[in-house]
Each structure stands twice: as structure tokens, then as C-alpha cells.
T-cell receptor
Framework: GNSVTQMEGPVTLSEEAFLTINCTYTATGYPSLFWYVQYPGEGLQLLLKATKADDKGSNKGFEATYRKETTSFHLEKGSVQVSDSAVYFCQYSGTYKYIFGTGTRLKVLA | DSGVTQTPKHLITATGQRVTLRCSPRSGDLSVYWYQQSLDQGLQFLIQ???????AKGNILERFSAQQFPDLHSELNLSSLELGDSALYFCASSPGRQNQETQYFGPGTRLLVL
């Protein structure tokens, strides 16, 4: 079946460090891929998305490229801030299938 | 603020009981989704409604049911509650015009079953 595998956390970084959170998926058909972020006590909110192969989603300095050949959608940011501390979720969205990864907690230290 | 509202914020109940969680989608959105978030299972898709009709079913237990009303708000009913049903329940909505849309999440209802 379809699945999303996300790197385990927590990830602890110093401010201005480079961030990568890995996400791979198994899929049938042509899914869209999303990254959502969850701040403490809140619901998930969209960070970025890509709807087809080779698309790059970007927002607030975060980027992810939809790579069909490696079935990956890794999240990157060149320089993290303390305010980026949150839980990040990768999501596969197929036809009536909505699968989240387990979430990766990021802690950024000043 | 996503525009999706959920009530109540917190719910404490006992095993064997029944509860109803309520969700109001963003203005204009026709699709509503329900998710369960727990420590051991992560974020699991339960069910989707579109304009009053069930559209997709995920890992929803038979003890759970949902509906979407003509005014587009949705309710998730959980019955014969067990300790393991303690979780955060999220509702999300989307316009519903196409597949694979961005979903807008509410703040969640935290359910504790004692």
C-alpha cells in the first residue's frame, strides 16, 4: 500500500544551521506532496506543496523538491531560526488517500 | 487562524460513553476531513465528506461515525469509548473542487477517556 516514511526526531540545531528533514513515499498514481508544520497547541498549517514531479515548493525559506525517481520530498532550510521550532509533517495526498508521516520535532537553540 | 473551528477544545469522559465532536469548515469549503492524532499511531486519516456525502474512508473504527450537515458543518461521533481512543482529533477542510487540495486544519479537540 501507500506509505510515507519520515526521519525520526527530535532534531536539535543551533540557530543559522542548515536543516534537512527526509521524507520518502511509496505511491501508486500521481500524488501531490505536502509539508505541514504544527506549533505547540495548534493545528497543522501548510508550509509548502508540490503537485507533480520536479516541482519545487517553497515558503518562508523552506524548500522541497518532488523527486519521482527517488520517491522523495526532503525539506530543507539554509538557516534555521528559534521560531522554526515545531513539528514537521510530510503528507502524501493521492486520490482519496491522505497519509502523513510520523512527524519530526525540530528544536532550534539560540 | 485557519478559519476552521472545532468544539469542544477539551473533553474528558469515561470508558463506554459516547461523545460528539463538532467542526465548522472555512467559509466556502465543501470538503471536511477528520483525523486522529495519538502518540503511538501518529496522524491517521479517518473519513472525508464532500457536500454532505461520504467521499473517502480511512482507518475509522466501526464505533466511530461522522456526518456532514446541509450547512456544511460536520460531527464525529465516538461511541463505546475505550482508553485507547484518547487522542487529539483534528478536523480539516478544503474547497473540494479538485483532488489533492491543501487542507486547512482546526485547532483540534483533545479527548481523554478515563
Amino acid at each position: 500500500g501507500n506509505s510515507v516514511t519520515q526521519m525520526e526526531g527530535p532534531v536539535t540545531l543551533s540557530e543559522e544551521a542548515f536543516l534537512t528533514i527526509n521524507c520518502t513515499y511509496t505511491a501508486t498514481g500521481y500524488p501531490s506532496l505536502f509539508w505541514y508544520v504544527q506549533y505547540p497547541g495548534e493545528g497543522l498549517q501548510l508550509l509548502l506543496k508540490a503537485t507533480k514531479a520536479d516541482d519545487k515548493g517553497s515558503n518562508k525559506g523552506f524548500e522541497a523538491t518532488y523527486r519521482k525517481e527517488t520517491t522523495s520530498f526532503h525539506l530543507e532550510k539554509g538557516s534555521v531560526q528559534v521560531s522554526d521550532s515545531a513539528v514537521y509533517f510530510c503528507q502524501y495526498s493521492g486520490t482519496y488517500k491522505y497519509i502523513f508521516g510520523t512527524g519530526t520535532r525540530l528544536k532550534v537553540l539560540a | 487562524d485557519s478559519g476552521v473551528t472545532q468544539t469542544p477544545k477539551h473533553l474528558i469522559t469515561a470508558t463506554g460513553q459516547r461523545v460528539t465532536l463538532r467542526c465548522s469548515p472555512r467559509s466556502g469549503d465543501l470538503s471536511v476531513y477528520w483525523y486522529q492524532q495519538s502518540l503511538d499511531q501518529g496522524l491517521q486519516f479517518l473519513i472525508q465528506y464532500y457536500n454532505g456525502e461520504e467521499r473517502a474512508k480511512g482507518n475509522i473504527l466501526e464505533r466511530f461515525s461522522a456526518q456532514q450537515f446541509p450547512d456544511l458543518h460536520s460531527e464525529l461521533n465516538l461511541s463505546s469509548l475505550e482508553l485507547g481512543d484518547s487522542a487529539l482529533y483534528f478536523c480539516a477542510s478544503s474547497p473540494g473542487r479538485q483532488n489533492q487540495e491543501t487542507q486547512y486544519f482546526g485547532p483540534g479537540t483533545r479527548l481523554l477517556v478515563l
